[in-house]
C-alpha cells in the first residue's frame, strides 16, 4: 500500500469501512450528460464510480473526459479505467500524466477485451503492456518519479492504482497466481468481476489467501431480464444462476411497467441479500455494483450490509 | 517454414488484366512444401493462364532453390532473361519474400522494370506437420521463451500478453478471441505445474523489448554456407534418418522393456 492517501476511496478503505462503488459508462456518443446525470443519481450511494474505457472493445467517449466530468459536475470520485488494448506505453504514459492534471486519483488497469470481440473488429491491437506491467508502470510514476525506461518525471501524479480480478475465471488457480502477482507489481486495491453464486467467491478467497489490498467483489443487479441473459452468454468467467434468470423472465410477462419494476426490484433483493450476508461473511472489503442505469436498487442491497 | 495458400484465382486475374505474356515462377522452398509453388503448381497456374488467352513461360525451381535465395534463384531468372524481357508481368508463386526478392533482382540486378505480382498470401513462420501447423514464433528479435515454459505468449496469445491470463478465458480454457484456439497461459500455467516452477508466475514480466522489431529488419552472417560441405557432411545424418527404425516413443519403449 502506498504510504500517502490521495482519494476518497482509499481513505474509506483505510478508515476500514465497507466500501461501494458504482460503474458508469460513457456512450458511443459527443456527449457525457447522460454519465454526468447517472453520477448525480449514485452520488450518496457510493463512494466512487468506475468510469468505463470502450468496454468489449465497444469504442465509446474517452473514459479519462468522462472521469473528470463527473469529478467536476456530479462531485462523484471517479476510478478511471484504462485498458492496454488501445495504447502502447507511450500513450498510457500520457494519459496517466494527463489524468493527474485532471484530479483523478484512481485507475483501474485492465488488459482490455480483445478488439476482436467489440465493434471496430478490424482495428489493430496493442497489448504493449498488460494489466499487471501498467500497474506497475503507474506506481513507478507515483512513487519514483520515472518511466518504465527510467526517464524522469517532473511533478508526477499523485494517485493510486488498482486490478481486476475474475473469481469465476476458468482456471482459477492460474487467476489466483496473476492477482497475487499485480499485487506485487504494486496495484493497491482489487475490483472482481461480477460473482452470483457464493461458492464463486469462497473458492476465490481461498485460493488467493490473505493479499493485503482490499478487494471490492462485484455484483450486476440486472434491471431486466435481458441485461441478465446478455451477462450470462457474453461475459467470460460469469455464469448467472438459471432461478435468479429465470425469475427476471418472467417479469416479462408483466404489462404495467411499474408493476414490472417493483417485481424487478424484489427479484434482486431477495436474491442478493442472500448474496451480500454471505459476502459479509468473507474478506471482501466491500462490494462493485454494477448496476448501470439501476441507481434505486442500491439503497435497498446497501441496508443489508450496514 | 513460411505458410501459404493460393490466392482467389479472380484477384490474380484482376492482377494480370491487360497483360498478355506472363511468367510464372515457383520455388522450390516453402512454397513447394505447401504446394503453391511447386512444379505441379506453377504447371497448373500456366493451364489456367492458357485458358484465359495468355502466353505462359514457366520457371520451375527445383527442391531446395527458394525463390528467396537469390544467389540460387537467380541462375533461372537469367536464363530466362529473354522471356522476362519481353514479358508483361511476372506472376511469383512464393511468399511475399520470394516475390520482392524477385522483384528487387529484376529492378537492380537485370534493369528490368516489370509488374511483379504475388500468386500467394504468405502466412508467416509456423511449425508441425505433416498437415497441421501453427505459428509459435514471430521471430521478434528478443526470445522471452526461457522465462516462460518454452511458450512464447507474445505469439500464442490472442493478445500477445506477457502477463496472462487475461479475464476473456473460457470455460474450456480456451480463448475469447477464438473458440478454436488454447488460452497460451493455461498452458503455461499447466506446464509450470508439471515443471514444479508454479512460484515463477508470481514474477512479473517486463514488457517485451519491442526494440529489436525495428522494421524492415536486416540481418548479416560473416560468411555464406559453403554448400558441397554441408551437403556432404550431411550424408550420415541422411543414412541414419533411411535405416531408421519404425518411431516409438521413448516412454513407451521403456514401458515394453519394463
Redesign the interface.
Known amino acids: 500500500m502506498a504510504k500517502e492517501v490521495y482519494s476518497e476511496l482509499m481513505k474509506e478503505v483505510e478508515k476500514g469501512k465497507f466500501i461501494w462503488t458504482g460503474e458508469l459508462e460513457p456512450e458511443k456518443a459527443g456527449s457525457v450528460e447522460s454519465v454526468v446525470q447517472a453520477a448525480k443519481d449514485l452520488k450518496g450511494h457510493v463512494i466512487a464510480c468506475n468510469v468505463t474505457d470502450s468496454p468489449q472493445s465497444f469504442a465509446t467517449l474517452s473514459s479519462l473526459v468522462a472521469a473528470y466530468k463527473i469529478q467536476e459536475e456530479a462531485g462523484m470520485e471517479a476510478i478511471y479505467q484504462l485498458r492496454c ?1 488501445d495504447r502502447n ?1 507511450i500513450a498510457l504514459l500520457s494519459d496517466v500524466l494527463g489524468a493527474g492534471v485532471m484530479g483523478i486519483k484512481n485507475i483501474l488497469a485492465l ?1 482490455g ?2 478488439v ?2 467489440g465493434d471496430t473488429p478490424d482495428a489493430k ?1 496493442v ?7 501498467l500497474t ?1 508502470m503507474i506506481r513507478k510514476i507515483v512513487d519514483e518519479g520515472k518511466d ?1 525506461a527510467g526517464n524522469e518525471i517532473a511533478e508526477p501524479p499523485k494517485m493510486h492504482v488498482g486490478a ?1 480480478g ?1 473469481p469465476g ?3 482459477l ?3 489466483a ?2 492477482v ?2 499485480k499485487v ?2 504494486g496495484a493497491e486495491f482489487i475490483q472482481t ?1 461480477v460473482v452470483y453464486l457464493p461458492e464463486v467467491l469462497d473458492k476465490f478467497f481461498k485460493e488467493l489467501g490473505d493479499l493485503g489490498v482490499p478487494i471490492l467483489v462485484g455484483i450486476f443487479p440486472a434491471k431486466s431480464y435481458g441485461a441478465a441473459k446478455f451477462f450470462d452468454e457474453a461475459v ?2 460469469v455464469d448467472v444462476p438459471p432461478d435468479y434468470l429465470k425469475d427476471l423472465e418472467k417479469t416479462k410477462e408483466i404489462k404495467d411497467k411499474e408493476k414490472r419494476k417493483e417485481e424487478v426490484d424484489r427479484i434482486n433483493v431477495e436474491y442478493f441479500t442472500g448474496f451480500l450476508e454471505h459476502l459479509k461473511d468473507t474478506p471482501a472489503a466491500g462490494c462493485h455494483m454494477m448496476a448501470v442505469g439501476y441507481p434505486r436498487i442500491i439503497p435497498e442491497l446497501k441496508k443489508v450490509v450496514e | 517454414m513460411i505458410a501459404q495458400e493460393q490466392k482467389p484465382m479472380e484477384e490474380i486475374l484482376g492482377y494480370l488484366e491487360g497483360k498478355q505474356k506472363i511468367v510464372a515462377m515457383g520455388c522450390g522452398g516453402c512454397a513447394t512444401f505447401y504446394q503453391t509453388g511447386d512444379k505441379k503448381a506453377v504447371n497448373e497456374m500456366a493451364e489456367k493462364l492458357t485458358k484465359e488467352g495468355k502466353e505462359v513461360t514457366k520457371i520451375i525451381l527445383p527442391l531446395g532453390i527458394s525463390a528467396c535465395e537469390i544467389d540460387l534463384s537467380s541462375v533461372f531468372l537469367e536464363k530466362n532473361r529473354r522471356a522476362i524481357e519481353s514479358c508483361d508481368a511476372v506472376l511469383v508463386q512464393s511468399c511475399g519474400e520470394g516475390v520482392q526478392v524477385v522483384r528487387e533482382y529484376l529492378d537492380d540486378k537485370m534493369g528490368l522494370a516489370k509488374s511483379v505480382y504475388p500468386a500467394n498470401n504468405s502466412m508467416g513462420n509456423v511449425g508441425g506437420g505433416p498437415t497441421d501447423f501453427k505459428e509459435t514464433c514471430q521471430g521478434c528479435g528478443e526470445c522471452e521463451l526461457g522465462k516462460i515454459a518454452g511458450i512464447c505468449p507474445l505469439t500464442a496469445c ?16 480456451k480463448c ?2 477464438d473458440p478454436e484456439k488454447d ?1 497460451a ?2 498452458k503455461i ?1 499447466e506446464r509450470l505445474e508439471k515443471l514444479g516452477e ?1 512460484d515463477k ?7 517485451h523489448a ?1 526494440s529489436k522489431m525495428k522494421r524492415p529488419r536486416t540481418f548479416k552472417i560473416e560468411k555464406p554456407i559453403s554448400l558441397g560441405r554441408t551437403i556432404f557432411g550431411s550424408i550420415p545424418g541422411y543414412v541414419s534418418f533411411g535405416l531408421r527404425k519404425p518411431f516409438t516413443p521413448r516412454h513407451e519403449e521403456k514401458a515394453e522393456g519394463e
Open positions: 488494448s506505453r488488459t477485451d480483445h476482436a470481440l491491437p497489448y504493449d503492456l498488460d494489466s499487471t506491467t506497475y518504465l481486476a475474475a475465471a476458468a482456471v488457480q492460474a487467476e497466481y496473476k497475487k502477482r506485487k507489481a468481476q467470460a468467467g | 490472442g493478445k500477445g500478453l506477457m502477463n496472462g491470463p487475461c479475464g476473456g478465458v473460457r470455460e474450456d480454457g475469447e478471441t488460452c497461459w493455461v500455467y508454479l508466475l508470481l514474477e512479473m514480466r517486463e514488457p519491442w
